[in-house]
C-alpha cells in the first residue's frame, strides 16, 4: 500500500500495556517482548515486572536489560476502509482494516472510531492514544460526516425528525441533533456529534427508511483524501493532526 508514514515528536500520554511499549521502543516483537518481562529483563520506574499486561503510565522510566527504552515519535494515518473489512486490530476469521498495514505499521496502531463492515470510508489509525481520546470521547462531540445512500426518498419529516433528535430502540435518551443536506431524493449527507452502535443505521431506521450504502468522507476538520483509493492510506498531515489534538 502507498503512504510513507512520517512520525512526530508527540508521544502517546495514555496507559499502555507494557509489552506493547517495550515491543514499539526496542524493536522485539511482541512475544519476545513478553519474553523478556517474564526474565525480569525489564524495570519500570526502577521495580522488576512480570506482568505483560501491566499499564505504563506517562513519564515512566523503562528499562531493558538496563537500558533506558523510549516511544518513537506518534503514528497518525487515514485510510479509505473498504467494505467488507471489519475494523479490529486482529481477527482469525476476517479481513482487518490493520492488516492491509505493512506489519511494522500495523503493530504499533490502534483505530480511532471504527466503521462497519459494509461501511466505507475516512478510518483514522494513531499510536497516540490522547489523540484518538479526543476524537472518540463523547464530550467533544467529534463530527462526523457521513455520504448516506437510502432505500426510499427521504421526506420532510423524517428529514427533521433527524435533525430534531431522534429515540433509538434500547437508548434511554435521544440522538443529538444532526445536519442533513439533501443531495437527492435518496442521498444525504448527515453529520452527527456521537458514535453510538450502528447509530447512522439505526437513526435511518427509526424514521422508517433503510440505508443501502454508508460512507464517511471526514472527521471533525479531516476529511478523506480523494486521492486514496480504497485500502489506500497515508500519514496525516501536522495541520490534520493538531484539529484534533486540543486538550480537553
Request: hydrophobic share 35%.
Amino acid at each position: 500500500m502507498p503512504g510513507n508514514p512520517v512520525c512526530t515528536s508527540a508521544r502517546a500520554r495514555l496507559l499502555m500495556r507494557l509489552d506493547q511499549f517495550v515491543a514499539n521502543s526496542s524493536g522485539l516483537s511482541r512475544k519476545d517482548s513478553k519474553r523478556a518481562i517474564s526474565a525480569g529483563r525489564v524495570q519500570v520506574d526502577g521495580k522488576m515486572t512480570k506482568g505483560a499486561n501491566s499499564q505504563v503510565p506517562e513519564h515512566a522510566k523503562v528499562t531493558l536489560d538496563n537500558q533506558a527504552l523510549a516511544l518513537p515519535g506518534g503514528l497518525y494515518l487515514m485510510m479509505n476502509k473498504p467494505a467488507g473489512v471489519i475494523s479490529a486490530t486482529n481477527d482469525s476469521n476476517q479481513p482487518t482494516a490493520v492488516d492491509l498495514l505493512p506489519p511494522e505499521l500495523a503493530r504499533q496502531v490502534h483505530i480511532a472510531g471504527r466503521l462497519d463492515k459494509d461501511t466505507t470510508g475516512l478510518l483514522l489509525l494513531t499510536s497516540d492514544g490522547q489523540w484518538s481520546h479526543q476524537i472518540t470521547s463523547p464530550r467533544r462531540a467529534c463530527p462526523k460526516t457521513y455520504r448516506v445512500t437510502l432505500a426510499e426518498p427521504l421526506d420532510e419529516h423524517a428529514c427533521q425528525a433527524l435533525e430534531q433528535g431522534i429515540e433509538l430502540k434500547g437508548e434511554q435518551k435521544p440522538t443529538l441533533p444532526a445536519q442533513v443536506l439533501q443531495h437527492s431524493a435518496t442521498e444525504i449527507e448527515l453529520i452527527i456529534r456521537e458514535g453510538k452502535y450502528h447509530q447512522v443505521k439505526r437513526m435511518v431506521a427509526a424514521v422508517g427508511n433503510h440505508v443501502k450504502a454508508l460512507h464517511r468522507q471526514s472527521i471533525g476538520d479531516i476529511v478523506l483524501d480523494p486521492a486514496l483509493a480504497p485500502g489506500h492510506y497515508r500519514s496525516l498531515t501536522a495541520q490534520e493532526i493538531q484539529s484534533v489534538a486540543e486538550p480537553d
